[in-house]
């Protein structure tokens, strides 16, 4: 009996304690969920942020060079622009794109946005009213209607395009002060025209840019 005891004693005093073996078990299973945590955290970093960044932009050079620099346009070995951003164009010989809310210059592509203007806004009213009267301004014989894009911003403020009926709504006066016939404006405005997207998506429209300097190489200016 006596030695049945003792032998009970020897065992217990041999085991871990409940408290320490339950602290060696929590360790082993925070260092068992952290390991491949760290490693998934590691290796996805590398993957989406070095490894994927490198392949699409190597992949858009060697298949998309033009789209993947920016669609830049040289005109006489110059940088001039972008087919992606349009610019401010003023003078009655040239095609007028759409009106830009970004500041402090319109067409800024660092301030991309519109105005937020409400449709009852008085100063929406006034930019409308102040793009009407310099359309009539610049062509006062027109009497077509004029096309909405023709006097309002786009979301973006950078929008390089405008529809046909934009352009045609503008063809009397360019061709007027090119000394153009207007059938050969019109001509160039069908030439360059894109259809919509997938056959439906958007509708026909011109890049205003490019309509811009197909006219000076083609039929420059009067001086």
Known sequence: MKTALSSTKSTTSATLPPA????????????????????????????CGVIYPLAVTGIGKVAFPDQAAGSLIMYNGTLIGSRLIGQEFSAP?????????????????????GSNFGPSNPALLDAVKGRIDALKA???????????????????????EISLAAANYQAGRVARERKLDVDTVH????????????GFLGEP??????????LDRQHPAAN
Do not use: E, H
């Open 20 to 47: 320490k073996l339950a602290v060696n078990s929590k360790a082993t299973v925070q260092g068992g969920i952290l390991r491949p945590a760290l490693v998934l955290f590691v290796g996805l970093t590398v993957l």
């Open 93 to 113: 010989n040239y095609f007028w794109g759409r009106l830009s809310a970004t500041s402090p210059q319109p067409y800024n592509s660092q301030a991309s946005g």
């Open 138 to 160: 610049a062509d006062p014989t027109n009497t077509l209607p004029i096309p909405v894009d023709l006097v309002t911003a786009s979301g973006s403020g950078l929008d390089p």
């Open 187 to 198: 001509s160039l405005i069908t030439s360059l025209q894109k259809m919509p997207s997938l």
């Open 205 to 214: 429209r011109v890049n205003v840019l490019a309509l811009n300097l197909a």
